[in-house]
Structures are given as C-alpha cells and as structure tokens.
C-alpha cells in the first residue's frame, strides 16, 4: 500500500476556520461577468466534491485567511455545477482557482502553486497583481505548512461543529455500503483512503498500487481496480484479514485496529517481526504504543512512516466521528 506520512490538509486548513465578520463568504450570482475592482475573486474547484463537503468548505476558509493575511477584500464561492473555473480564470473572470493538482495547470498564462496538503494548489494567471503573484502566495502555504498550533485548533474547530457538513468524498455511499457489509465503520476507511489516495480514484504509485485503496494484486485488472466499488471492497477484505489475523496479537478493538493499519501500511510480515522483536526485549507486545517505543532499536525497520501513518489515520477517524453521525 502506498504510504502516507503528511497531515491530512483538510484537518489542517481547519485551523483557519475563525473567519472575521468581514470576511464573511459573498457569492456572486454570476460566474463570469465581475466586478473588476480591487476585491480578490477565488473559486474552489474541486471535481466530485459537494460545495458543502468538508474539503470545498475548508478551502474557502484557508483563502479568507489568506486574504486577511495580505489585507485583500475577497470573494470566495464554490465553482458552480458546469462552470469551468478555469475558463473563468483565463478569461479574467476570477483571479485564483483552487484545483486538484496536474499538469495541465500549469502553462498558457497559467501558473500553479506548491502541492497543499499533496493533491491540492491554487492557480492564478502568470502576470499577476503583488500580493496575488505566486511567490507570495507560496511563501505563505509553507509557513502556514510548518504552523505548531495548526492542530489543536482544528480539533477544537471540528468538535465544535461549527458547520453543516453532507459529505467526506465523492465515494461515501461505496464506503458506507462495504465497509457496512464487512462490520467497519465507514468513517475510519474513509480516513484510511484519504492517506492512501486523497480520495483520488486514478491514483497509481510506482510500486503498482492502484486507486482509492492502493491495492496491489494479480486477481483483478488495472482497470478494474479503477471500479471504486472493486477497490473499495478487496481493500476491506485485505484489511478483514489482517484484523482477524492480529486478533490474538492486540490486547483490545482499538489495538486491533492499528495493527491492521499498521500492516495494511508495512505488510503483515513487517508488523509480526515488529511484535517478536518487542517480545525479545520484554515489552508488552499487544499495545501499538509498545511496538513504537522499541522500533529505533529494531535492525532495517525503524519504522516512521508506519508509525506515522497509524497516528494520523487513527486522528483522522477522530476528527471524521466528531462531524459525521455514523
């Protein structure tokens, strides 16, 4: 499986929720013809999402932050079902597009940030106004990157509630029905995909991993890994099986759980290494926290990206629970 060490960028845009009151959300009713004033018109635009899922919404949070940092009047909304935000942008319409990152967004006028949170960057025309040209608006993506303070504001701004939310991805009702189906909480696999794909069907790492999931298999095609239904459900059944094969191996549910994340991560060989190496030390094997504290001493596997990846999709489900009724 692909691994995945960064911060879920949705967990950490939330940090930037605190809008002032003027800077509240404006709307245009007209997705083209705009008030070409000084006011700084951005669009979010990201395919297959809802306006008002957690990701569309918290974009719009992180450039009202950016505004106010800069001292821009803006306008933010969603792009509008059919509207071609870079159209938009390329004709002078709108000043910056939030997008999922690729190629073609760069070039043409057009230039793109640095990847926020791996998948996302905004994307501006090439000749444009100080403080909307690119260098500026990187510069602030990767200070606000480093930000000590970013998570616990989040998880305080995603316990509060402070929004209505409808939807983590585009493939939620996939998610409900098979995680349903094999006795997962949706919420936790969704967190676990976000990790491996950023909710990116076409995903593909240099290692064969292929869609949502990551899966890597001889059973099925490429293409119909690229099923999200058919990736969704051989990443369950893997992950059912790493579950039931660490069953005997964790001392409850919860350490259950992160084993399997853990080998879902490293492979299933790697992890039972993890517990008898653990065992020769006279630790405890059956706690994660356990394992954690003797992988620096352990030989060719130290571990980090695994350790990382168990910490933040377990986080993750946290956070997805504290907005998303079961």
Known sequence: MRRSTVLPWILLVAALLVIP???????????????????FRCLVALEGLSPR???????????????????????????????????????????????Y?????????????????????????SRAVPGRRMQAINDWLTRRDASSYVRRVSRDFLKGKSVSLTSISPYDDVIRRNSETMGWDWRLVSALIYHESRFINESASDRGAVGLMQIVTE??????????????????????????????EAADSTENTKFALAAFNAGEGRILDCIKFAESKGIDPTYWENIVSVLPEMPGFKGRQTIAYVRDVMETWEDYCAVYPR
Request: glycine share 4%; charged share 25%.
């Open 21 to 39: 009151a003027s800077s509240r959300l404006f709307v245009s009713r007209n997705p083209v013809v705009e008030q070409r004033d000084s006011t």
């Open 219 to 248: 059973r099925v095609s490429v293409d119909s890994l690229l099923d999200p239904a058919v990736n969704v459900e051989f990443g369950l059944k893997y992950l059912t099986r790493l579950r039931r094969m660490f069953a005997e």
């Open 101 to 125: 990152a690729a190629d073609s967004l760069d070039g043409n006028g057009l230039l793109s940030s640095r990847p926020f949170g791996d998948s996302t960057v905004w994307v501006i025309r």
């Open 53 to 99: 899922s957690l990701e569309s919404r918290l974009n719009e949070s992180i450039l009202h932050k950016y505004a106010d940092d800069m001292h821009i009047p803006a306008r933010i909304r969603p792009a509008r079902k059919g509207e071609n935000a870079i159209d938009s942008l390329r004709a002078g319409a709108v000043d910056l597009v939030v997008a």
